[in-house]
């Protein structure tokens, strides 16, 4: 009897998402006071510095689950829905890895992990408008006085 795809392909994808849910089984999820207090109000990183060059400049969402330990640091960050740019997926992971601190989340007297889901959103900046040209004015040079102590003349010309 041939197994069908799925009940052949079942195992390995358990294999894939058990590591994550035994992960998220520590951590306690925000509760709906915690993300609108905390969560909802986290900064937006700026648009990197390398892709401003690219054309046309990459956009788009990335959407991280961030597990935050009993102290109140990341421990660690999972991609959860990409921007469908990798740059801008470690962008995003880099930046809330480095920006995140927070109080230790108490349940009780007792510090405990927790986790969120918070999206960076990656907007091209409008280019930079280049500086209009300005005429190129001569520089000014004062007049010499002539060899006899005569005073040059006031406008550069010769006789008139």
């Not at 294999?15 to 992960?23: E, G, H, K, S, T």
């Not at 109080?103 to 959103?121: E, H, I, L, N, R």
Request: aromatic share 10%.
């Amino acid at each position: 009897m041939k197994k069908s795809f799925a009940a052949a392909a079942l195992p390995a994808l358990f294999l894939l998402v058990a590591p994550l849910a035994a992960q998220d089984a520590k951590y306690v999820p925000a509760t709906p006071q915690l993300k609108a207090g905390i969560v909802n109000k986290l900064p937006q990183p700026q648009y990197p510095a390398a892709l401003r060059d690219q054309t046309p400049r990459p956009t788009g969402s990335a959407t991280l689950r961030v597990y935050v330990g009993a102290s109140g640091t990341v421990d660690s960050i999972k991609l959860v829905k990409s921007s469908g740019n990798p740059e801008l997926d470690k962008h995003a992971q880099d930046f809330a890895r480095k920006s995140f601190k927070f109080s230790p989340y108490k349940v009780g007297p007792t510090p405990t992990p927790w986790m969120f889901d918070w999206t960076a959103s990656y907007r091209a900046p409008a280019t930079a408008a280049k500086p209009a040209a300005t005429p190129s004015t001569p520089a000014y040079t004062p007049p010499s006085s002539s060899a006899a102590g005569a005073p040059a003349p006031a406008y550069g010309g010769g006789r008139r």
